[in-house]
């Protein structure tokens, strides 16, 4: 992440760590009663009304990245009341309609890599780097339901297969984003040829997890803007070596308070240095005059709220502090709102413009890409760079030719 000076009167070198905040987007907010106390009709919920309202909201108010939950939802009869009645649209698509009427949040879907299939995810993921200008990610998820599976008529993955199951599907999207080199598409309307053969390349690849597959051929649709789209993992998910080998770019972590965060990030820190660090955080904010405990014990009435997520409960001042503090080690928070149009509003209004003029917040940069916010290089094509060195190998002088 970068870094800015901080003002200073004498010849002081200290520097300001500066970081990113991500902001969940799902439904009306992380509480499952939060419709409740949503501020649109029923039906916006299922349509992009929604969706742009929100996604503006979050730009406007100054953060870096938007996410979108997907999955299956708990049925209504989990609610105290019985009528809690949950719903979301595809995580992928709502994220593809917010790309092209913003211009600098980051816009990172969660898709699950079990039972949805790596070739149609790679391909869904490239286009989303098209629509959006290179701010697209993706957050890694592996469904641990029964019913996930039964949606799709195939045999349930254990929990100990899950992680292989993600690093295999990971393993496919990051070679198929690769089969196309950068200069693939070349238009030539003299010989009549829209690509260059030579440049694209053949994925041949056999995942030994689950019931196993196949993908074959390269994909469908030029290499990503980004060349390979970030790629996020909660913690817990990859192995320590698939992490090592680069299966992630950021690993998300949480704790079961604010007060541990700190050990966890510097516990994911220290497994896996290349990575990005992010922190996981529920949020219930003090608004409209009402104590933040107070809104909540509101909303548990109805539902009560099962997060494995930290959680603040407090002031817009207080969650600023945490913030700051976070962000000393962290590259990033993850923000999740109880209510998203009651604790978008103090966010924006009170929290954030705060920790601009604290100096700790990552400029909104418009035109820069998803790689840019993490410090990251755009890379070549694992099979342009295998193409040149055999090249290189094959032409190279040798002692007889001297």
Known sequence: MSTAATPSTGPSTEQVRQGFLALELDGDGAHP??????????????????????????????????????????????SVDGRDVPGRLNALQRAAF?????????????????????FHISTQLASLDYVSGGRAGWLVAASD??????????????????????????????????????????????????????????????????AGYSVKGPSIIPRPLQGQLPVLAPAGLLGADQLSAGAADAVLVSAPTPELLAGEIAEARAAVPAAAVIAELDVVLDARGQSAVGRLAELDAHTPWQSSRARFVGTAAE???????????????????????????????????????????????????????????RPASRYAAATATESATVHAPSAADN
């Open 145 to 210: 339901q029964a019913v996930d599976a039964a949606a799709v008529g195939r045999s349930f993955v254990s929990a100990d297969g899950l992680g292989r199951e993600a690093a295999d599907s990971i393993e496919v999207g990051r070679r198929l984003w690769d089969s196309w080199e950068d200069d693939a598409v070349i238009r030539d309307v003299a010989t009549g040829r829209y690509l260059d053969v030579d440049k694209l390349h053949y994925v041949d690849f056999e995942s030994a997890a689950g």
């Open 319 to 377: 969650l600023t502090e945490l913030l700051a503090s976070v962000l000393e080690t962290a590259d990033g928070v993850r923000l999740h709102p109880a209510v998203l149009d009651v604790d978008l509003e103090e966010l924006a209004q009170l929290v954030l413009p705060a920790l601009r003029r604290r100096g700790v917040l990552a400029a909104q940069q418009p035109g820069s890409t998803f790689r840019d916010l993490l410090g990251l290089q």
């Open 33 to 78: 009663a939060a419709w409740r106390k949503a501020r649109h009709s029923p039906a916006e919920l299922l349509d992009g009304t929604r969706v742009r309202a929100t996604v503006l909201a979050a730009e406007s108010a100054g953060f870096h990245v938007a996410t979108f939950a997907d999955g299956s939802l708990p049925p209504a009869a989990d």
């Open 98 to 118: 917010a790309g092209p009427v913003t211009g600098s949040i980051v816009l990172v879907p969660e898709v699950d890599t079990v039972y949805t299939e790596p």
